[in-house]
């Protein structure tokens, strides 16, 4: 009979659990130059965590040289795609292998429900690891037509180092998204997760070099927003990958372009508007729907469908199903598997989201929530909170807030809802809820985002869809074949045969 993991389970397992804080550099973990550290703190009970490397110049330096010596001796650049894919379905068999100690880091680090870690986050993490090492020897060059007294070729060859500036909302996720295509491609990658969350990221590193990982290959620098500039400003990094807020991904680009003109990929945040029309097919589950898209991980999701909009003639049935709906996202103890929610991820978001919240008190209808909570532990909870706006002029409909505050906007026509969605300088995410097919056709069509949801939200996790946004929500793509191309240079090779 399988162990009923429950709280108890993993309040224990949390006592004898080994926290590495030290950078992995070169194939081993390793003490910051300085011997500098800063401390993790866990969003659970705002107790400390660890104490972690803080990185400076001279550690990135050590990095990207053990990335740029791996990549150039050939140690995994040189290897035989077949065996890079072997090496690292081992890997993802170890992530498999170490699921309960890894979801147990990053529920401690980031205050994420344990069911959301073990259910959604480390079987996430491990499918993408798994989809890209199975598409490495399935990626073939061209041989173009061209004048019979020449033959050519168009390869893809890995562009060298690769440096990966991932976020704290989904620690593991995120940088999943960023190195196992990097990896696959024959790159070598040097990840610098949040100083928030930095535990997982480490830890799995020591398993990259137990599959077999080369050392030098996977390197993890831990410290600031200073340490992700020195990457960004490094004249040996060939390309830098981020996923986080729009100014500092101004920073990095402006960096890059500043140094060695660097490639730069960017998923920034987004304001997603989730498109309800009268007709509708389901009401009800539009609006569960509508809850999980803005209220699942305490709405730290980028793409998280923070508008609602709901045409005029529904708005009071849609508006009272999803109070009703709301109720199920009450924070609970991070660490109590019936949770649904748990912590905002320290007190500086915590105020932020606080902040906003006031904001929208004085130019909306609080319908719902609005509250702190302290009766879990010491952390930082909020209730779901909903607002029902009078237009889309409010601040709290146009600025992205990263927490779990609802805005709903009534609407008259396809046409007001469709230019309501497309006035932000966002472009992430939207979704269009109807029975109509010209109305669906004419929505997809006209949405500025880059990802289009009809009658669902966020529902399907399928690596072979590409994820990013349009206008400020950055650029590149995330998932699918498309983000392996961004680790790549395309070579013409171009011979005269007579």
């Known amino acids: 009979m399988p162990e009923l993991k429950d709280r108890a389970y993993w309040l224990e397992k949390a006592k004898t659990l080994r926290l590495e804080g030290r950078a992995f550099i070169d194939g081993v973990y390793v003490d910051a130059h300085s011997r500098a550290t800063f ?12 104490p972690v490397a803080l990185c400076a110049s001279a ?13 150039e001796v050939g140690v995994w650049s040189g290897l035989a795609p077949r065996e890079r894919k072997s090496v690292l379905l081992k890997w993802a068999a170890l992530l498999e292998a170490h699921t309960d100690e890894l979801a147990l880091l990053e529920s401690l680090d980031s205050g994420k429900p344990i069911a959301d870690t073990t ?26 037509a061209t004048d019979p007294r020449f033959f050519g070729t168009v390869t893809h060859q890995p562009l060298g180092v690769v440096a990966a500036v991932v976020p704290w909302n989904y620690p593991l996720l995120m940088a999943a998204w960023k190195f196992s295509p990097a990896l696959a491609a024959g790159n070598s990658v040097i990840l610098k997760p949040s100083e928030k969350t930095p535990l997982s990221a480490l830890r799995i590193a020591g398993l990259a070099v137990e599959a077999g990982i080369p050392a030098g290959v996977f390197n993890v620098v831990t410290g600031d927003g200073a340490t992700g500039r020195d990457l960004s400003l490094h004249g040996d990094v060939d390309c830098i990958a981020f996923t986080g807020s729009g100014k500092v991904g101004r920073e990095i680009a402006k960096n890059a372009a500043a140094s060695n003109l660097k490639r730069v990929w960017l998923e920034l945040g987004g304001k997603s508007a989730n498109i309800v029309m009268a007709d509708c097919p389901d009401i009800a589950q539009a609006a569960r729907s509508a809850a ?25 049935q849609l508006i009272q199903e999803l109070l009703d709906a709301t109720d199920d996202y009450q924070p609970g103890h991070p660490l109590d598997p019936d949770s649904v929610t748990g912590a905002i991820i320290d007190g500086v978001q915590f105020e ?35 607002f029902l ?17 609802l805005v709903v906007i009534p609407f008259d026509t396809l046409e007001e809802a469709i230019a309501i969605a497309n006035q932000t300088e966002y472009g992430l995410a939207a979704a269009v809820w109807s029975s109509d097919l010209k109305t669906i056709h004419t929505a997809t069509r006209q949405l500025k985002a880059g990802t289009v949801w009809v009658n669902c939200y966020d529902e399907l996790v399928d690596m072979n869809f590409p994820f ?20 790549t240079e395309l070579k013409s090779t171009i011979m005269r045969c007579g």
């Open 39 to 50: 401390c993790t703190y866990s969003p659970i009970d705002a107790l400390p965590l660890a």
């Open 59 to 71: 550690d990135v330096d050590l990095a990207v040289a053990a990335a740029r010596r791996s990549f």
């Open 119 to 144: 259910g959604g986050d480390l079987p996430g993490t491990i499918y993408c690891l798994r989809w890209f090492a199975e598409l490495i020897d399935k990626v073939h060059g061209e041989v173009p």
């Open 292 to 316: 999980a898209a803005i209220f699942a991980n305490m709405g730290q999701v980028c793409s998280a469908g923070s508008r609602l909009l709901v045409q005029r003639s529904i708005a009071d």
């Open 352 to 386: 932020r989201v606080c902040e906003y919240i006031e904001i929208g008190k004085q130019e909306a209808q609080l319908l719902k929530g609005g509250n702190s909570l302290s009766h879990i532990e010491s952390g930082a909870y909020l209730e779901p909170t909903i």
């Open 389 to 405: 706006a009078k237009d889309s002029s409010a601040r709290i409909a146009n600025e992205e807030i990263f927490g779990p505050v």
């Open 468 to 487: 990013g946004g349009f206008k400020e929500s950055g650029n590149g793509r995330d998932n699918s074949a498309h983000a392996l191309s961004k680790y």
